[in-house]
């Protein structure tokens, strides 16, 4: 039978703990769950290739948020990721990571990920952040994955790839009971029971479209559609910030990082058309990306890389990293279009908006033990609420994840699925390959994250946002009556766009909630410019309520590591000012 | 509503005479995260069956006959 051709079928299988995801978090999450327990059946369910899946795919260039003693202390960067978020941050997450990160980055190491050393044989660590030091470059950092599959394989985590995770199973008494998966080839239903399931399913990448308009020209994997932030929600788990969008600088076009963290610490920078710096600092903050957004609008614009002032040996060294680990095509990009380093500078814009804790503090929200609002389920990674905690924070939340999904595993029996919810799932993933006529998912797709850009991107304004929203109900009103898929792959694409729509919705509904502006450009209300820090020092909590979206507010938790007063605006002077 | 074949020129483009999906070898379609890759009916050899590019590179450098080569999507070039 030829592949891609729709079957019509459904299995079942139990597992103690699922992970679902395997890019970064979820390997190192399904391997400390083995590990904490190895006689128990971890299964890892990925949407493509475990070997070649999520955000680290072609490996990763450095850990940008490595706490190394030494350089840096747990309280010192725990202040510097709560001041970069505008304070709002439940530090123990933060705190929790910190300390135990560095333990994570020996782990890697014996796995034989390499990290830059200098000739002492010390981590080689750079400062790129505002006030730290906490990048450690990987110049050999294409083995990542590589490094990974050789420890699931060498643990016993059984591997099911090419399956997509569609709804979260609850049991009668709340807790989680496991999942519904399709098959991306055969479009067979799975399954899966489980005692505990830990969510590592990336970003929400395929949100806003690229400027280029081909639709998976994204910053993020585009394989990360969001369907982890869909799935969290209809299963009732809550989402924290989902107004903190995430917006990245980038090579125009390219669409990748430039990237400041790695040349940077060379002498490279942030440059305006007169070649002249204009911001402190080129740590992604919101803060930064609203100058860097007022500049590319301004007379001095476009916002460019430079590195042509550097020795010829710099910028080799500098492309050796840019040019073979995490984006490799950079190379092949930059040679199309003529552009030599050495001579020329490197055109940047920003990118589409998306949802990410790798870099801003949105997700599904999660204590420090990454557990969720819903027992028995986990997140972690870039779709969890962990604000900027990037590759090492995937793999060091992962870790928690892991260990503390096993216990609750151990603690508990498998919770009774509802057999009349798996057929109505089965009918709703189902519905797009039953209609003989209709739109195909790539024209409700194109429109989604053409309205999401329209709309939904900064600067926001109300009056757009519900105009934006009452455009994005037409259109699932198309998607969910006459959304046709002929293949499997075409399904895939089905219930990708339906990640996408949800996420937009909750994009939309959670940037309306906060009627202040906040997190620099992540989160400009331009009818409501101000920061409002008494009435909305607080996290927003989004989650469905009796099949409603609603948002609260919630406390910021006391802090662990105080901040003085003098302290709290130090991301907001972000320009770079004219000295005399 | 009829449907239209819409044409684009594709990224990913495959050496047939390096290719040895024809003896059994599925690497590049195994490893793409978009899952765009297939082989084809005709001619045995692999080819980009969907334009859904990350132009993230995973075909080419695990191919072992060196046969994919991934080019920058047209429309970011």
Known sequence: MAMDEIVDGLSEV????????????????????????????????????????????????????????????????????????????????????AQSCYGIIE???????????????????????????????????????????????????????RYMATRLLKSSDGRIAGAVSVNTRTAEILVIKAKAVILCMGAAG????????????????AANSGDGYAMAYHAGAALANLECFQINPLIKDYNGPACAYVAGPFGAYTANNEDRRFIECDYWSGQMMLEFYN?????????????????????????????????????????????????????????EIGFCSGHSASGVFVDDNARTTVPGLYAA??????????????????????????????????????????AMERERVMAPTKREDGIP?????????????????????????????????????????????????????ALEVQSIMDCADMAAHASLFREESRWGLYHWRTDFPEKDNENWFCHTLLSKQDGRMTSEKREVQPYVVPIADDEKDLYDKQRIRASA | ??????????????????????????????????DVLRISDMTGKAFMAYDECWYCMPCEADCPTGAVTVNIPYLLR
Request: proline residues 5%; hydrophobic residues 35%.
């Open chain 1, 107 to 161: 782990e890697l190491d014996s796995f034989g990920i390499r990290f830059l050393k200098n000739e002492n044989g010390d981590y080689a660590v750079k400062k790129v952040h505002h006030i730290g030091t906490y990048v450690l470059p990987m110049p050999n950092g294409e083995t990542v994955k590589k490094a990974l599959y050789r420890q699931l394989r060498r643990a016993r985590i059984l591997i099911s790839n």
């Open chain 2, 1 to 34: 509503m009829p449907l239209a074949t819409y044409q684009t020129s594709v990224p990913v483009v495959v050496d047939d005479a390096k290719c040895i999906a024809d003896k059994g070898c599925t690497v590049c379609v195994d490893v793409c995260p978009l």
């Open chain 1, 206 to 221: 395929r949100l806003g479209l690229p400027t280029s308009g081909y639709m998976f020209g994204t910053y993020e994997n």
């Open chain 1, 295 to 351: 500049e590319l609008l301004s007379g001095k614009g476009p916002v460019f890389l430079q590195l042509k002032h550097l020795h010829d040996k710099t910028i080799e060294e500098i492309e050796h990293t840019l040019h073979k680990v995490e984006r490799p095509t950079r190379g092949l990009f930059q040679e199309g279009r003529g552009v030599d380093y050495r001579k020329e500078s490197i055109e940047m814009h920003i990118s």
């Open chain 1, 14 to 97: 139990s597992c103690d703990v699922l992970v679902i995801g395997g890019g970064t978090a979820g390997p190192m999450a399904a391997l400390k769950a083995k590990m904490k327990n190895p006689k128990a059946n971890v299964v890892l369910l990925e949407k493509a290739n475990v070997k070649r899946s999520g955000a680290i795919s072609m490996g990763m260039d450095g850990l940008n948020n490595a706490v190394i003693p030494g350089y840096a202390t747990p309280e010192q960067y725990t202040k510097e990721i709560t001041i970069a978020n505008d304070g709002i941050v439940d530090q123990k997450a933060v705190y929790k990571y």
């Open chain 1, 381 to 422: 990674g870039d779709m969890a609420s962990v604000p900027h905690n990037y590759m090492l924070g995937a793999f060091t939340n992962g870790s928690f994840a892991g260990l503390d999904a096993m216990e609750f595993a151990d603690n508990h029996d498998f919770g009774e699925i509802d057999a009349g919810e798996i």
């Open chain 1, 441 to 493: 998912p790539n024209q409700i797709e194109y429109k989604t994250r053409r309205l999401v850009n329209d709309y939904l991107q900064p600067p926001k304004v109300t009056r757009k946002y519900e105009l934006g929203m009452r455009r994005l109900a037409e259109v699932r009103e198309d998607m969910q009556e006459r959304m046709i898929a002929r293949n499997a792959h075409e399904l895939l694409r």
